[in-house]
């Protein structure tokens, strides 16, 4: 079975995608800076070895010209991060899923062959964060997605991975890269 590798992207839209970065450094330039991160990661992290399915929100920029056709795109839905994650790893082809945003410069096909080798002997794979949360996500996806998935878990705080690792009840879960997202110009 095909790994899957989703990316979680926003429309590029000023006022709509990176709203903190924004903030230091106005709404048009973190858009424009989001935009050609998503294109410079994309072309960084496509590989033969898997799939990349690009998860978009709004779900009506399903048809943006923000990024290349040749990706298969699928709506996030509603709810919040947790409920639009557990969604897509739930909704995925058969096979090993991992979830990364378009946020993150220094993701590598390296860093990617190592979580989806990461979920040969686990059941859950992260990839930390230094605030506390986590660049990616993946499951094996052997037996049903654990029915309390990212239940509870405290979004954009330093608590949001192990929030996440406790909601797995209990799944061997293995850890790979810290890498860092931008999320101030501070990041940048």
């Not at 294109?39 to 929100?57: F, N, S």
Request: net charge positive.
């Amino acid at each position: 079975m095909t790994p899957t590798l989703v990316i979680m992207l926003k429309e590029p839209r000023a006022g709509r995608v990176k709203t903190r970065l924004g903030r230091d450094i106005g709404m048009v330039p973190a858009a424009w800076w989001f935009r050609h991160q998503v294109a410079r990661l994309l072309r960084r992290i496509e590989d033969p070895r898997w799939r990349v399915v690009l998860a978009v929100a709004p779900d009506r920029a399903m048809t943006s010209h923000a990024w290349p056709i040749r990706f298969i795109r699928v709506p996030q839905g509603a709810g919040d991060l947790g409920d639009r994650m557990g969604r897509l790893l739930r909704s995925m082809p058969p096979g090993p899923v991992c979830i990364i945003g378009g946020d993150i410069p220094g993701v590598t096909r390296a860093h990617v062959a190592r979580a989806f080798r990461a979920l040969g002997n686990h059941q859950a794979v992260f990839g930390p964060a230094p605030d506390g949360g986590y660049w990616l996500v993946g499951l094996k996806r052997v037996g049903a997605v654990p029915a309390g998935l990212f239940q509870g878990v405290r979004w954009s705080t330093e608590t949001a991975l192990a929030d996440s690792v406790a909601s797995l009840g209990g799944c061997s879960v293995a850890f790979v890269d810290v890498l860092a997202d931008v999320d101030r110009a501070a990041d940048l």
